[in-house]
């Protein structure tokens, strides 16, 4: 529409100019003509038959050029009448001529008079006609031009709204889903498996976004196995201190059960009930340490509970209790009054590996392992630290202890996995966890843990079983 208005536009301002040129042409004509009757010169006529000639042909192509844009609709009607005119300016000549050639020595003012009148009648409506036409035309040109100037700011009102929907557009359907996408990519860095919200764009996107929350699914299954993993790899580690542990109470019911049945028709009864009694406690003790050892290897759900964290670290120093050698002492200094909602099997399992790696990197010369709590300033969260005096760490090493497989252990003494998987449960638990250490100086863990864990647990999918953590 606009390149045809530019077009229209252009062939009327043609055609102005067109009519313009045909209107100084013929008004050169009537000059000329004018001329002719003031001093009866025949060259003043040949001059303006010239210029009606010409105008004629311009008015001519004129028609045929521009006549279909003209606003004027009586071009042919003023073309015959310039016709006319030229054809009586070629009637006059030849009477000029005749007359002016037979009484040449005093030629008259009124000798052509009535050629003069038809003459000049002719070529006043001729260009009469055209300065009116015109006139139209260039009131057209500059309606044109008004409404060019309107349909420009139309038009520029058009392309701002679609470039107002289009950037919605995108908004909605392009940088929302990179936002979403850009925002997980962090977390999933950082351990939190949730899935990404569903976008429900019908492109490449959200195609996207189902084959990350699928790859998320797999993650999250994969961790739940390297959790369970560690988890047996640490079973391995205390088999034989809970085979010592057990060791205890099942010689001491061994030994109360003999002495029953060497006495049992002449001894004394209150004696061997006593010993009964000692036997029941004995294997009630056994029941705990097995109770203790099948609840940590247990593979469960993520599950918040409340719980008062000096009895989860006595809990679980009663599980590693037989691996503890006689040269490494134990020192505990975490207020009774500590509670925090987490996930007890899971801090119990970093509790395990932090004392573990502690009591196995002093092994060879002893030390002093201690494990200290403590509220923090904000009152949001505690931190507890787990210190050990052993032979300690270059900084190379600290910068790489987190790192999965990665183990300062002997061949076939560590997987490399217990400090990864303890650093995904702790930031998963909203926390974070640190190292600081010097070669033959020891080896200090703190670990920051908040009092409430949020209600939201990362999923592993539709079905929201709570596997959400590294």
Do not use: W
């Not at 009637?91 to 038809?118: C, G, M, V, W, Y």
């Not at 929907?165 to 929302?176: D, M, R």
């Not at 391995?236 to 201190?241: E, P, V």
């Amino acid at each position: 529409i606009g390149y045809y208005r530019y077009h229209v536009l252009n062939q009327k301002m043609n055609l102005v100019e067109t009519k313009d040129n045909l209107l100084n042409s013929i008004l050169e004509a009537r000059r000329y003509e004018k001329n002719f009757f003031i001093t009866l010169d025949k060259d003043h006529l040949e001059q303006a038959i010239s210029y009606a000639q010409t105008s004629e042909n311009k008015f001519s192509q004129l028609i045929d050029n521009y006549g279909q844009y003209a606003q004027d609709k009586n071009l042919n009607h003023q073309f015959e009448t310039l016709k006319i005119y030229k054809d009586a300016l070629q009637q006059l000549k030849q009477e000029a001529i005749a007359k002016l050639t037979s009484s040449p020595e005093e030629p008259s003012d009124n000798l052509f008079t009535e050629h003069q009148e038809r003459i000049r009648d002719s070529g006043h409506k001729t260009i009469e006609g055209l300065e009116k036409g015109l006139g139209q035309e260039r009131q057209e040109v500059k309606r044109l031009v008004h409404e060019s100037r309107l349909y420009l700011f139309l038009f520029l009102g058009v392309i701002l709204i679609i470039a107002l929907v289009t950037f919605l557009f995108l908004i909605v359907n392009v940088n929302k889903p990179l936002k979403t996408i850009e925002g997980a990519i962090p977390k999933i860095v950082q351990g939190d498996y949730r899935n990404l919200p569903e976008i429900r764009t019908g492109d490449e996107f959200e195609r996207l976004v189902e084959s990350l929350n699928t790859m998320l699914q797999e993650l999250n299954r994969r961790s739940e196995q390297l959790i369970q993993s560690e988890k047996m790899a640490a079973l391995g580690t205390l088999t034989s201190g809970v085979a010592h542990e057990l060791n205890n109470p099942l010689n001491n019911i061994s030994t109360s059960l003999q002495i029953i049945l060497e006495e049992l028709e002449d001894g004394d009864v209150q004696y061997q009930k006593q010993l009964l009694v000692e036997t029941e406690g004995q294997v009630q003790r056994a029941q705990d340490i097995v109770k203790a050892l099948l609840e940590f290897s247990r593979e469960t759900e993520f599950s918040l509970v409340k719980v008062n964290f000096e009895n989860l670290v006595r809990k679980t120093l009663k599980l590693i209790q037989g691996d503890i050698p006689s040269n490494v002492q134990i020192d505990i200094d975490v207020p009774k009054d500590i509670e925090c909602t987490i996930d007890a099997r899971r801090i119990q399992q970093v509790l395990l590996n932090l004392i573990i790696n502690g009591i196995q990197a002093m092994e060879e010369h002893g030390g002093k392992l201690s494990v200290q709590a403590y509220e923090n300033e904000d009152g949001q969260g505690f931190s507890f630290h787990v210190r050990d005096t052993g032979k300690g760490m270059e900084l190379a090493e600290q910068s790489k202890i987190f790192d999965p497989f990665y183990t300062t252990k002997d061949v076939g003494k560590g997987s490399g996995l217990g400090l990864s998987v303890s650093k995904g449960i702790i930031e998963n638990h909203g926390g974070h966890i640190s190292v600081m250490s010097n070669p033959r100086q020891g080896t200090d863990f703190t670990v920051y843990l908040p009092y409430a864990q949020s209600t939201q647990t990362p999923s592993a999918g539709p079905d929201n079983d709570g596997r959400g953590y590294a």
